[in-house]
């Protein structure tokens, strides 16, 4: 764990108030705070037929990174596999959605699509009572703050947690993954450190306590950090694999006031 020394730091805080507002950044115009736009919950599928029925729900618009779904299934249903599918004339994305046990919802990893012109869908193939069964429909899926692609490998790094940052300590979660001939294989073996950065303006600006996340299962890598400040800041996520470091940044978010 990095520690850092903050006596005279926090005098010249209190001086100088909160960062610089970001607000106005081409940055934070595409990428908005998490949870600035949520709506209410979008029916994705609603399938009534032959007496079984099947309704996926997300929590809010579809983004690239982590969204969580609620799905709902009549006895009438055996089995389904619910995938997020990216087509373009020359590549076909595909993410399976991960159940999550402990709180009996989804999640999917969207990833950015390698060409502007395609199109999401979202497919289910699966088996009733009256035998297999596919569904396919297609969906909206925006750019994110919150994914973020390797400069120099194909290391995929989506911010999972916090999803609203906020000053004082917190858990710090990101997902690693790695697209191998469409599907996502999760990172297993990486090494990670961190360097959170606020810049105060005029050259100056600082950091703050945090621990560098460790690998917790399925390509999740968990540690924690300590906003002292609302405002914006930078987030560098250092990983290390097979001897290579690649740095990922998460540049301009917003740290609201706890």
Same mark, same amino acid.
């Given at each position: 764990?990095?520690?850092?020394?903050?006596?005279?730091?926090?005098?010249?805080?209190?001086?100088?108030?909160?960062?610089?507002?970001?607000?106005?950044?081409?940055?934070?115009?595409?990428?908005?705070?998490?949870g600035d736009n949520a709506s209410d919950d979008v029916v994705l599928i609603d399938h009534v037929e032959a007496g079984t029925q099947l309704t996926l729900v997300?929590?809010?618009?579809?983004?690239?990174?982590?969204? !969580?779904?609620? &799905? +709902?299934?009549?006895?009438?249903?055996? $089995?389904?596999?619910?995938?997020?599918v990216f087509e373009t004339q020359t590549r076909?994305? !595909?993410?399976? &959605? +991960?159940?999550?046990?402990?709180?009996? $919802?989804?999640?999917?990893?969207?990833?950015?699509?390698?060409?502007?012109?395609?199109t999401?869908?979202?497919?289910?193939?699966g088996s009733t009572t009256e035998g297999p069964k596919s569904l396919r429909t297609p969906v909206a899926v925006s750019e994110d703050i919150w994914v973020r692609e390797g400069d120099s490998s194909d290391l995929i790094v989506a911010w999972v947690a916090p999803t609203t940052p906020m000053t004082g300590n917190d858990a710090f979660e990101v997902a690693i993954y790695r697209n191998e001939n469409g599907a996502f294989?999760?990172?297993?073996?990486?090494?990670?450190?961190?360097?959170?950065?606020?810049?105060?303006?005029?050259g100056e600006g600082h950091s703050t306590p945090y621990s560098a996340p460790v690998h917790t299962g399925n390509g999740h890598y968990r540690g924690d950090v300590n906003f002292i400040m609302s405002g914006?800041?930078?987030?560098?996520?250092?990983?290390?694999?097979?001897?290579?470091?690649?740095?990922?940044?998460?540049?301009?978010?917003?740290?609201?006031?706890?």
């Open positions: 764990m990095r520690t850092f020394r903050f006596t005279g730091l926090l005098l010249l805080l209190l001086v100088a108030g909160c960062a610089p507002d970001i607000s106005e950044t081409e940055f934070y115009k595409m990428h908005p705070v998490p997300a929590e809010e618009p579809l983004g690239w990174g982590f969204n !969580r779904f609620r &799905i +709902e299934a009549s006895e009438g249903w055996q $089995s389904f596999t619910p995938m997020l076909i994305w !595909r993410s399976p &959605i +991960e159940p999550i046990m402990t709180d009996d $919802s989804g999640v999917v990893y969207a990833v950015p699509p390698m060409e502007d012109d395609g999401w869908y979202l497919e289910i193939d294989v999760p990172v297993t073996d990486a090494s990670l450190d961190l360097y959170p950065y606020m810049d105060m303006g005029g914006g800041w930078d987030m560098t996520v250092i990983v290390t694999k097979d001897g290579q470091t690649e740095n990922i940044v998460f540049a301009g978010f917003t740290v609201k006031q706890g």
